[in-house]
């Protein structure tokens, strides 16, 4: 069992920044492939980012590149996602999750462990 705490929502103005943070307690933390995921209200759950167990490869939706960067402190059992130049079209509820295997997917039902999420709410 995975327990994921993500931090680091807020309110912010379009073109502004945040910093989410997903911290897990377990040591198998390295072992594990990290993502993040965003649902607005009624939408589907979407991928975000992805990357590797030691974060050698990074994995981004289109709508996102350029503009997020996915990053993992082992030692700290934290993966990070930083948000430059939002857009209110980010505001969503952002969920950290991971996953054992070799394979950083895009596809949410081959994630094992999920936190609560943390809102990002971007006004315009």
């Known amino acids: 069992q995975v327990q994921l705490v993500e931090s680091g929502g807020g309110l912010v103005q379009a073109g502004g920044s945040l910093r989410l943070s997903c911290a897990a307690a377990?040591?198998?933390?390295?072992?594990?492939?990290m993502g993040w995921f965003r649902q607005a209200p009624g939408k589907e759950r979407e991928f975000v980012a992805a990357?590797?167990?030691?974060?050698?490869?990074?994995n981004y939706a289109d709508s996102v590149k350029g503009r997020f960067t996915i990053s993992r402190d082992n030692a700290k059992n934290t993966v990070y996602l930083q948000m430059n130049s939002l857009k209110p079209e980010d505001t969503a509820l952002y969920y950290c999750?991971?996953?054992?295997?070799?394979?950083?997917?895009?596809?949410?039902?081959?994630?094992?462990?999920w936190g609560q999420g943390t809102q990002v709410t971007v006004s315009s």
């Open positions: 999750a991971a996953k054992g295997g070799f394979v950083a997917t895009m596809t949410s039902s081959s994630y094992d462990y």
């Open positions: 377990e040591r198998t933390f390295s072992s594990n492939i």
């Open positions: 990357i590797s167990r030691g974060g050698g490869s990074t």
